[in-house]
């Protein structure tokens, strides 16, 4: 027994040692931009930069899109498979998956050849047709994510007896969805979302071959140009997906349902 | 007139016929069980009623109004189900008041008929709570309150109780009978529990494999059995072979021993082997009783149930138990004894098939 707690701590501390060192060392590099001692600078530059500012902000509007028009798509989908086609349940868990499985590349690329600008919906033609194909294309990649917090969720609540109990006190279907099913995945659905939001701020692929000032292309590009802020901003990226995370425990810990039954 | 009333209901899952030929006319204001094990059908049926199954035949009226295209949120029956089925989002009040502001009640009357409907089910003091912070009993409480509270004209009761402790079961189910005499709503109450439907009901309908086998007040259906299966299904019963004797006497043989029924042995002839059945409590043992309702055995073993001492004893081949009321000066009968079981003639029915 104390053998095995002692290997327990040792095993710990090799995965706490991999993930921390790495990050302590970028950290401390990033506070090295002044000679001699330690500093912000790298930080100050990178948020007085306009560039920063524009891509973040583009970023977070667009992660906050994808995630409305994500569970508006995911939560009807889900909620009917559950209710309604059970059978049909492997085949969405399969297309949910594809975006794991297909490079984002190949997403992409066949996106530019379905909506170029001579095709017969040309996304690409406009500036907003572009933010909308890659608000898209976040969705895509978010989904794997997004169905199975939101499917699971579904799973710890009786659906088909809540939604017959509402229909029998007179609820009509958009009452039924946002009323009594909606609030009680909602710690799914939180979940999904702070996903999505950590995916579409990093993600570099899909924005810059669409070209849409993103955040992920401004990494890259301050990456290869500048040595002291892609440290930083690499632990600003850490601590967005950090908050992100932490955001999630909080929502789970508070949810106002009771632990799922057996 | 009546105010519930299914014709001719059929049910159909693929080629599996679920529900056949069900007919059944409800009272306003009746409290009707739908009593028969599991995958008898009651629940579909109770299921059709709220529009949440499409019978495959007949048709389903309330005070003469087709039901069939009404969907289930136009019907106005409320429901209880299984599983409790509260909104785990909502607290208790909210809950109640669901069905109120779906209807687009005016908020002074809905916080007033959630009050009343609380003092109903006495929870007016867990209106804050949400459905995890309370037992099973409460939250079915909180769902028939809910249920009641859009005033509708049916009330559905799907095994309300199966998932709640014996003691609880046994309180819920005197107060759901109150609280449904109180308000005077038709209610139809579904369970496999025969002592539930026969202590609330005003009439119970026995299903089996999809049919009514009999329909009556609980006192019929507990002493006159119509079927076999109704007999063997409600309550304790021995059913016991015997030979027609003398059909126009009503005298048959139990073993090498004669007995006279009340009942006329229709279109019977000597010899004929029928059943008959003899309910535990029916019987008891008197000394030296030999006659036209006595039967003389042989005690093969005794049991202690609590309140009741229940004895089997053989009788040319067929075993019977009969029942004694316990008390502390009692010894039953011991293995082996010679007993003589008295019982009269209305007691011994004739089972049918």
Redesign the interface.
């Known amino acids: 027994m104390k053998s095995s707690r002692l290997f327990a701590w040792i095993a710990l501390a090799i995965g706490a040692t991999y993930f921390l060192v790495p990050l302590i060392g970028t950290f401390e590099f990033s506070l090295r931009m002044r000679r001699g001692e330690y500093s912000f600078d790298a930080y100050q530059s990178v948020f007085s930069d306009m560039q920063f500012r524009a891509t973040f902000g583009y970023s977070m509007l667009m992660g906050l899109l994808t995630i409305v028009f994500g569970m508006l798509l995911v939560v009807p989908t889900a909620y009917w498979v559950r209710l309604r086609l059970p059978q049909i349940r492997p085949l969405i868990e399969f297309l949910t998956l594809l975006p794991l499985v297909i490079p984002a590349i190949v997403i992409v690329f066949g996106y530019l050849r379905l909506y170029n600008s001579s095709s017969f919906l040309p996304l690409t033609n406009s500036t907003n047709g572009t933010n909308l194909l890659l608000m898209f294309s976040y969705m895509t990649l978010s989904l794997p994510y997004m169905y199975r917090a939101v499917d699971t969720a579904m799973r710890s ?2 659906v088909a ?2 939604t ?9 279907w958009p ?1 039924i969805l946002f ?2 099913i909606f ?2 995945v ?1 710690s799914g659905v939180l979940s999904g979302a702070f996903i999505t939001f950590a995916i579409v701020m990093g993600e570099f692929t899909m924005a810059a071959l669409l070209n849409r000032p993103a955040f992920g292309p401004y990494l890259q590009f301050v990456g290869a140009n500048k040595a002291y802020e892609p440290s930083a901003l690499a632990i600003i990226a850490f601590a967005i997906t950090w908050l992100s995370m932490g955001l999630l425990q909080i929502v789970s810990r508070f949810q ?4 799922v039954k057996a | 007139m009546s105010f519930l009333t299914l014709s001719n209901i059929q049910k159909s899952f693929g080629p599996t016929q679920v529900v056949k030929d069900f007919d059944m006319a409800i009272e306003k204001g009746e409290f009707v069980s739908f009593l028969g094990p599991s995958g008898c059908g009651k629940t579909t049926v109770l299921r059709m009623i ?3 199954e499409t019978p495959s035949g007949g048709t389903i009226t309330i005070e003469d109004r087709s039901l069939a295209d009404l ?9 209880v ?1 299984q ?1 409790y ?5 909502m607290t208790v009040a909210e809950n109640v008041a ?2 109120l502001k ?2 687009g009640k005016p908020k002074a009357e809905i916080d007033a008929r959630v009050k009343e409907m609380l003092g109903l089910i006495k929870l007016d003091h867990l209106a804050g709570r ?3 912070q309370m037992s099973g009993g409460q939250q079915q409480r909180v ?1 028939l309150a ?2 009641l509270a ?1 005033k509708p004209q049916v009330l ?1 009761l799907d095994e309300p109780l199966s998932a709640l402790d014996a003691k609880i079961r046994v309180s819920l189910r005197e107060e759901i009978r109150q609280i449904q005499q109180q308000l005077g709503i038709t209610t139809v109450f579904v369970t496999h529990d025969q002592e539930e439907a026969l202590s609330i009901s005003d009439r119970i309908v026995v299903m089996n494999a999809g049919r009514a086998d009999q329909i009556g007040t609980p006192a019929d259906i507990y002493n006159r059995p119509a079927t076999r299966f109704v007999a063997g299904f409600v309550g304790t019963l021995n059913l016991i072979k015997a030979t027609v004797v003398d059909p126009a006497a009503h005298r048959v043989s139990i073993g090498d021993q004669g007995v006279t029924l009340r009942e006329a042995l229709d279109d019977a002839k000597p010899g004929d082997a029928i059943s008959l059945a003899l309910r535990p409590e029916a019987g008891s043992i008197a000394p030296d009783a030999r006659g036209d309702t006595a039967l003389v055995g042989t005690v093969t073993s005794s049991n202690f149930l609590g309140s009741v001492i229940r004895t089997r004893m053989d009788v040319g081949g067929s075993s019977i138990s009969f029942d004694m009321f316990n008390s502390p000066g009692l010894t039953p009968p011991a293995a082996g004894e010679t007993v003589t079981l008295r019982f009269t003639a209305s007691d011994l029915l004739i089972i049918r098939d």
């Open positions: 609540i009786d007896t809540l017959e109990a509402a229909e029998s006190l007179g609820a009509k009452t009323r009594c609030p009680n909602m106002k349902t009771a632990p | 709220a529009g949440f969907k289930p949120n136009q019907r106005n029956i409320g429901m189900f599983a089925a509260l909104f785990p989002n669901f069905g779906v209807a949400y459905p995890y769902a809910r249920a859009p559905l």
